[in-house]
């Protein structure tokens, strides 16, 4: 087995969770705000990749001399990140259904809420804040 090919595996899994995502983000919101959820999801992406791809060149630019690997050991630190942030959630063991519960019934209050301010002919409804 060629190198070329031992490096697609990584990248399969770099790319496989996006559409899995996606998908999970667009059960969690009301159908009228996942337009809004992805274009803040696209802008995102586009965001970081921008910013990564300045960070890193010039990272490589300045440390190619002493430590040509640290730009790559700088990245997998990042990665650390986000692993270590999932470990936490999974030792503190959230429970998934008492949180869609939760995010079901704040859904319909909003649309109950919604409906009680078009039949009563309001054109103004002020947020309102809900403490966990």
């Known amino acids: 087995m060629c190198a070329c090919s ?3 595996l ?3 899994l770099s790319i496989m969770p996006a559409p899995v995502l996606r998908s999970m983000m667009s059960k969690i919101v009301l159908s009228s705000e996942q337009g809004a959820v992805f274009a803040c999801v696209a802008f995102v992406e586009m965001l970081s990749i921008g910013v ?3 960070v890193f060149s010039s990272t490589y630019a300045s440390t ?3 430590f040509p690997g640290f730009s790559f050991l700088l990245a997998s630190a990042i990665a650390l990140i986000p692993a270590a942030l999932i470990g936490v959630v999974m030792c503190l ?3 998934k259904d008492e949180e869609a519960s939760r995010l079901t019934a704040d859904d319909e209050e909003e649309e109950e809420e919604e ?3 078009e039949s009563s002919g ?4 002020l947020p309102h804040c809900v403490a966990y």
């Open 64 to 66: 190619v001399s002493w």
């Open 10 to 12: 990584p990248l399969l």
């Open 115 to 117: 409906e009680e301010t």
């Open 93 to 95: 063991r959230l429970d």
């Open 6 to 8: 031992l490096v697609r």
């Open 122 to 125: 309001q054109s103004l409804q």
């Open 52 to 54: 990564g791809f300045t």
